[in-house]
């Protein structure tokens, strides 16, 4: 079990070792952004386990490095929490909408690749059961393109709860924008997590000259969906609470 404290119907989960990202290397012009440290106490003014489904009263820039790149909550469930990362959960059931967008000034020139990566951990055996519909649109379209490669970059064990798996898994993602038409002057990246799934770091990384930097095809993508699809969610339905 994962070691931890019952308190009023509340599971604490204790904060666990970070884990591993892509160290991404682009040639030509690049830049990275980070974020981390995503806890209630450094953003006291969002919302809170009560009131989960509250809109961010704004997005949350980049903590590292190109600092103009925001993080934010479109709908669902989730804020900054004391545990070390946007929870998705609250007083009502329900999955969160995320986004990361960048505006014309933090959008290189040139611009024809992005690196997307996040730490998440939950419930659930494989990573598609803590994250799905992840896609992007550039030049504020909807093309909803898919990744071009994919890679789990780790896989780590935390323990179990409610005799179901509870894993931490780092993943990578990677979009080649050089052959769509014309300038790729900004960017959104969107995605949905699951309930009681915890995100602790994000990364982006950007550059004016694509090449290959995630070591595995996007129809890895479509096996993960596919297993989780066929496993289902023993978690879902059931009702538990981590003291955030």
Not at 1 to 15: D, K, Q, R, Y
Not at 104 to 128: M, N, R, Y
Request: charge should be negative; charged fraction near 10%.
């Amino acid at each position: 079990m994962l070691s931890g404290i019952l308190a009023i119907g509340a599971v604490w989960i204790a904060p666990t070792a970070r884990g591993t990202f892509v160290n991404v290397s682009l040639p030509g012009a690049s830049s990275q952004s980070e974020w981390s440290g995503l806890t209630g106490t450094q953003y006291p003014g969002y919302p809170s386990y009560v009131t989960s489904s509250a809109a961010w009263p704004a997005p949350i820039a980049a903590t590292g490095g190109v600092t103009g790149l925001l993080l934010d909550k479109t709908s669902g469930l989730g804020f900054p929490s004391n545990g070390g990362g946007i929870y998705v959960g609250g007083l009502t059931s329900g999955t969160g909408t995320y986004r990361i967008l960048s505006g014309d000034s933090v959008t290189l020139a040139g611009f024809e690749t992005v690196v997307f990566q996040i730490e998440i951990e939950g419930v659930g055996a494989v990573w598609s059961s803590l994250l799905s519909g992840i896609s992007l649109d550039y030049n504020e379209g909807s093309q909803a393109l898919p990744p071009s490669f994919f890679s789990e970059v780790s896989a780590v064990s935390t323990g179990e709860m409610f005799g179901e798996p509870a894993m931490r898994f780092c993943l990578a993602f990677q979009w080649d924008l050089s052959g769509q038409p014309g300038d790729v002057e900004s960017f959104r990246i969107g995605w949905t997590a699951a309930e009681h799934s915890m995100s602790s770091r994000f990364q982006i990384n950007q550059g004016d000259t694509m090449v290959q930097a995630i070591p595995e095809p996007a129809v890895w993508v479509l096996v993960g969906l596919a297993a989780a699809a066929l496993c289902g969610r023993a978690a879902h339905g059931r009702c538990w609470r981590r003291t955030l």
